[in-house]
């Protein structure tokens, strides 16, 4: 009797920190949320229930709309350079060869950095009068507005994203790598395979799986991006708001004292809605792929 | 070879719900407990929250809070300090968890909200309070206000009256006086457009784009009698966003107003490639120490007004309705902002007291010589019939939007008065829904 109690209890008693961890920070604020997207809630006010009033309001909302498209393409032009760029890197440290231990150094070093300080840095460079400016005058180009440019800022947001997660992104690469056998590659070298042949048709099929998981990573990182654009683009989300992403929307309408927490829930919905069927895409994609 | 493929979709799918648990967060209003009486033994410990002074001021708050505690055996006092960033997130997370500090630093538009909430006393409704208004100037108490709520909701504490900087030498390449300062919006924008021409579009004025703020000094109204409706796409703002426009296309405002914050707009005065930028004493130091050059041709004079009454910054002390020992809270709050401890605040930094009659003695009416001295002077003389412009029933969100419109403006996707007129139609529904 005692040992069936024991076997019982045992396994819940292990599960009990990570699930209670998991209820109250994950399960409750999610289910919180989920109900405040229809209430009109305010910071200091719980409010009352509207029904789909705050969807309605969505839709003619012309900033949500603007920060909809800036999330999308975020994920559309951030995810195929994080997903390529940090597997090409991986190869080239993946060599041995003298020196190699410094680069692999050097590239993970932006993950490890503050994107606070990495930010400033980079709007440091990026001014009218910074680095990157002062090299374009030097070689005889016009200055270019980085910051105040709607565009131009986005692009930069995406570019600051891309170089910091690429570091992160190669040790993954690197570990999928390690386990490609090297008979592989000895074996399309003898038929007569290229590098960049060796490349197409031995290693991306034998990392396929981390470029899937990869993807949904950095898709779900992009599609939440705020910090990058709210340092560039400044807490306004660039000229007129043009840069505003649906993160920065959920923590400029929900956040202060008189945050509209019921409208920021809504958003924060629509985010989740977005994020899984973007996850569930990727996983559909790669499903595909492996069916015979 | 057998298939990786379950173990591939595990790991995928073990993915999910990682990232997402990243993506929702919530917070939720609480409840406060029943409002304690304000009369009665001054007792018990309570707690006082200033807004970013612990840094400067440890000596003087804890001299003070020694001192009240002395005269007050059976009160204690704990201090805590806030940092200057997301200090609004901070005392929301207090009232929507009911434990607001019992004696709260705040400005008016961080009262509203919270009187709006009814978590923080108004001073006018109970006798206990109501009997120190005499004690402070009448646009101080009356600063604390709140439209629609029926009375003052803090005590006034410190003010200040930001002067506008400027870079005499800057000036004087585009063959104006350094020592005539723009005094109005007109000569503003006249100095603007001369530098601008003088120096090829290199050097512009001005920073930022206008704030509420510069409406109100313009000479706009900004909202109605009753503050239940924003006006200021009247025909004096359209000027004004108009000329700011004008500014903008010949250079007189920086190429990166639309995105400059504040801080930005500072960094820029202070590498001396803009000519003209708001402030305030405290960055005379910084002047001095970062910027030498900048601080031998630093010019000071008052911000450029239409109206003759310039803008006053506003400080107080709240006292909060939940508090468990309201007298103790209510007699600190007092003893912090009375007059002999306002002026010996006001020795301590370049804010100004809002006790009846403080400004007129020698260290805020006579010039002693030093930088420090003329700007103390000019802005103590600067509240002589100032006025808070920022309305306080406008929130982040709708200064957001005002700045926003602003910029579509100045970009030339809407006329100025378009802009405004979206501006204030956006913020009225924001307040209509308040």
């Given at each position: 009797?005692?040992?069936?109690?024991?076997?019982?209890?045992?396994?819940?008693?292990?599960?009990?920190?990570?699930?209670?961890?998991?209820?109250?920070?994950?399960?409750?604020?999610?289910?919180?949320?989920?109900?405040?997207?229809?209430?009109?809630?305010?910071?200091?006010?719980?409010?009352?229930?509207?029904?789909?009033?705050?969807?309605?309001?969505?839709?003619?909302?012309?900033?949500?709309?603007?920060?909809?498209?800036?999330?999308?393409?975020?994920?559309?032009?951030?995810?195929?350079?994080?997903?390529?760029?940090?597997?090409?890197?991986?190869?080239?440290?993946?060599q041995?060869?003298?020196?190699?231990?410094?680069?692999?150094?050097?590239?993970?070093?932006?993950v490890?950095?503050?994107?606070?300080?990495?930010?400033?840095?980079?709007?440091?460079?990026?001014?009218?009068?910074?680095?990157?400016?002062?090299?374009?005058?030097?070689?005889?180009?016009?200055?270019?507005?980085?910051?105040?440019?709607?565009?131009?800022?986005?692009?930069?947001?995406?570019a600051?994203?891309?170089?910091?997660?690429?570091?992160y992104?190669?040790?993954?690469?690197?570990?999928?790598?390690?386990?490609?056998?090297r008979?592989?590659?000895?074996?399309?070298?003898?038929?007569?395979?290229?590098?960049?042949?060796r490349?197409?048709?031995?290693?991306?099929?034998?990392?396929?799986?981390?470029?899937?998981?990869?993807?949904?990573?950095?898709?779900?990182?992009?599609?939440?991006?705020?910090?990058?654009?709210?340092?560039?683009?400044?807490?306004?989300?660039?000229?007129?708001?043009?840069?505003?992403?649906?993160?920065?929307?959920?923590?400029?309408?929900?956040?202060?004292?008189?945050?509209?927490?019921?409208?920021?829930?809504?958003?924060?919905?629509?985010?989740?809605?977005?994020?899984?069927?973007?996850?569930?895409?990727?996983?559909?994609?790669?499903?595909k792929?492996?069916?015979? | 070879?057998?298939?990786?493929?379950?173990?591939?979709?595990?790991?995928?799918?073990?993915?999910?719900?990682?990232?997402?648990?990243?993506?929702?967060?919530?917070?939720?209003?609480?409840?406060?407990?029943?409002?304690?009486?304000?009369?009665?033994?001054?007792?018990?410990?309570?707690?006082?929250?200033?807004?970013?002074?612990?840094?400067?001021?440890?000596?003087?708050?804890?001299?003070?809070?020694?001192?009240?505690?002395?005269?007050?055996?059976?009160?204690?006092?704990?201090?805590?300090?806030?940092?200057?960033?997301?200090?609004?997130?901070?005392?929301?997370?207090?009232?929507?968890?009911?434990?607001?500090?019992?004696?709260?630093?705040?400005?008016?538009?961080?009262?509203?909200?919270?009187?709006?909430?009814?978590?923080?006393?108004?001073?006018?409704?109970?006798?206990?309070?109501?009997?120190?208004?005499?004690?402070?100037?009448?646009?101080?108490?009356?600063?604390?206000?709140?439209?629609?709520?029926?009375g003052?909701?803090?005590?006034?504490?410190?003010?200040?009256?930001?002067?506008?900087?400027?870079n005499?030498?800057?000036?004087?390449?585009?063959?104006?006086?350094?020592?005539?300062?723009?005094?109005?919006?007109?000569?503003?924008?006249?100095?603007?457009?001369?530098?601008a021409?003088?120096?090829?579009?290199?050097?512009?004025?001005?920073?930022?784009?206008?704030?509420?703020?510069n409406?109100?000094?313009?000479?706009?109204?900004?909202?109605?009698?009753?503050?239940?409706?924003?006006?200021?796409?009247?025909?004096?703002?359209?000027?004004?966003?108009?000329?700011?426009?004008?500014?903008?296309?010949?250079?007189?405002?920086?190429?990166q107003?639309?995105?400059?914050?504040?801080?930005?707009?500072?960094?820029?005065?202070?590498?001396?490639?803009?000519?003209?930028?708001?402030?305030?004493?405290?960055?005379?130091?910084?002047?001095?120490?970062?910027?030498?050059?900048?601080?031998?041709?630093?010019?000071?004079?008052?911000?450029?007004?239409?109206?003759?009454?310039?803008?006053?910054?506003?400080?107080?002390?709240?006292?909060?309705?939940?508090?468990?020992?309201?007298?103790?809270?209510?007699?600190?709050?007092?003893?912090?902002?009375?007059?002999?401890?306002?002026?010996?605040?006001?020795?301590?930094?370049?804010?100004?007291?809002?006790?009846?009659?403080?400004l007129?003695?020698?260290?805020?009416?006579?010039?002693?010589?030093?930088?420090?001295?003329?700007?103390?002077?000019?802005?103590?003389?600067?509240?002589?019939?100032?006025?808070?412009?920022?309305?306080?029933?406008?929130?982040?969100?709708?200064?957001?939007?005002?700045?926003?419109?602003?910029?579509?403006?100045?970009?030339?996707?809407?006329?100025?008065?378009?802009?405004?007129d979206?501006?204030?139609?956006?913020?009225?529904k924001?307040?209509?829904?308040?």
């Amino acid at each position: 009797m005692r040992v069936r109690t024991h076997r019982t209890v045992s396994p819940w008693l292990f599960l009990l920190p990570g699930l209670a961890i998991t209820l109250a920070f994950n399960l409750y604020p999610f289910l919180s949320t989920a109900y405040k997207a229809f209430t009109d809630a305010r910071t200091l006010t719980a409010g009352s229930w509207v029904g789909l009033e705050n969807f309605r309001q969505l839709l003619s909302d012309e900033l949500f709309w603007v920060a909809l498209r800036n999330s999308l393409l975020y994920v559309a032009l951030v995810v195929p350079f994080t997903v390529l760029l940090p597997l090409l890197l991986a190869l080239l440290v993946e060599q041995r060869i003298p020196g190699v231990a410094f680069f692999r150094s050097a590239f993970y070093t932006p993950v490890v950095a503050s994107v606070v300080v990495v930010g400033l840095i980079w709007s440091w460079m990026l001014d009218d009068r910074g680095l990157v400016n002062s090299l374009l005058v030097t070689l005889g180009a016009d200055r270019v507005n980085f910051l105040g440019d709607q565009w131009l800022l986005l692009f930069s947001a995406m570019a600051l994203t891309v170089w910091k997660g690429l570091g992160y992104y190669m040790i993954i690469y690197l570990a999928a790598l390690g386990n490609v056998p090297r008979e592989l590659h000895e074996a399309a070298a003898v038929d007569g395979a290229g590098p960049v042949r060796r490349f197409v048709s031995v290693t991306v099929p034998a990392v396929r799986s981390t470029m899937v998981l990869v993807g949904a990573l950095s898709s779900v990182a992009a599609f939440k991006v705020f910090s990058e654009v709210y340092l560039l683009a400044g807490p306004d989300g660039g000229p007129a708001g043009a840069d505003t992403t649906l993160v920065m929307l959920v923590q400029r309408v929900g956040t202060g004292l008189g945050g509209r927490v019921g409208y920021a829930s809504a958003i924060s919905l629509v985010i989740f809605a977005i994020a899984l069927a973007l996850m569930l895409l990727v996983l559909r994609a790669d499903r595909k792929e492996d069916a015979p | 070879m057998p298939s990786a493929r379950p173990a591939r979709r595990a790991a995928a799918l073990a993915v999910v719900p990682a990232a997402l648990s990243l993506l929702l967060t919530a917070c939720g209003p609480g409840v406060g407990g029943p409002a304690t009486s304000a009369e009665g033994p001054v007792e018990g410990d309570i707690t006082f929250q200033t807004w970013n002074l612990r840094a400067e001021f440890k000596d003087y708050f804890e001299t003070l809070i020694d001192e009240f505690e002395s005269r007050h055996p059976d009160v204690r006092v704990e201090w805590a300090d806030q940092p200057a960033e997301n200090y609004a997130d901070k005392l929301s997370a207090d009232a929507g968890s009911g434990s607001l500090p019992d004696v709260i630093n705040v400005s008016p538009d961080l009262a509203y909200p919270l009187a709006d909430a009814g978590v923080i006393m108004n001073m006018d409704a109970e006798r206990a309070t109501a009997k120190y208004r005499p004690e402070y100037t009448k646009e101080a108490w009356d600063g604390y206000e709140m439209p629609g709520l029926g009375g003052t909701y803090a005590f006034p504490w410190y003010l200040n009256t930001g002067p506008l900087f400027y870079n005499k030498a800057l000036l004087e390449d585009a063959g104006l006086d350094p020592e005539k300062p723009p005094r109005d919006y007109d000569a503003l924008f006249r100095y603007a457009e001369r530098i601008a021409e003088r120096s090829e579009g290199r050097i512009p004025t001005l920073a930022a784009t206008p704030t509420i703020e510069n409406f109100g000094r313009y000479g706009v109204r900004l909202m109605n009698e009753d503050a239940t409706e924003f006006t200021y796409n009247e025909p004096a703002g359209v000027e004004l966003l108009t000329r700011y426009k004008k500014l903008y296309e010949q250079g007189g405002l920086d190429a990166q107003a639309l995105t400059n914050t504040p801080e930005k707009a500072g960094q820029k005065f202070l590498k001396q490639r803009v000519a003209m930028n708001p402030g305030s004493a405290l960055d005379l130091a910084n002047f001095r120490n970062n910027a030498p050059s900048l601080y031998e041709n630093l010019g000071i004079t008052k911000a450029p007004n239409n109206t003759g009454r310039p803008n006053m910054y506003l400080m107080g002390l709240a006292v909060s309705d939940q508090s468990e020992h309201k007298p103790a809270a209510i007699a600190f709050a007092h003893f912090v902002t009375n007059k002999r401890n306002q002026e010996k605040f006001g020795h301590q930094t370049a804010v100004f007291p809002s006790t009846r009659g403080s400004l007129d003695k020698d260290y805020w009416s006579e010039d002693d010589g030093t930088a420090a001295g003329r700007v103390r002077v000019n802005s103590a003389q600067s509240l002589d019939g100032a006025v808070n412009y920022q309305p306080v029933v406008m929130n982040d969100e709708m200064e957001t939007i005002l700045r926003n419109e602003i910029a579509k403006a100045l970009q030339g996707d809407k006329s100025p008065k378009q802009a405004l007129d979206d501006a204030v139609a956006e913020s009225n529904k924001l307040l209509r829904k308040h």
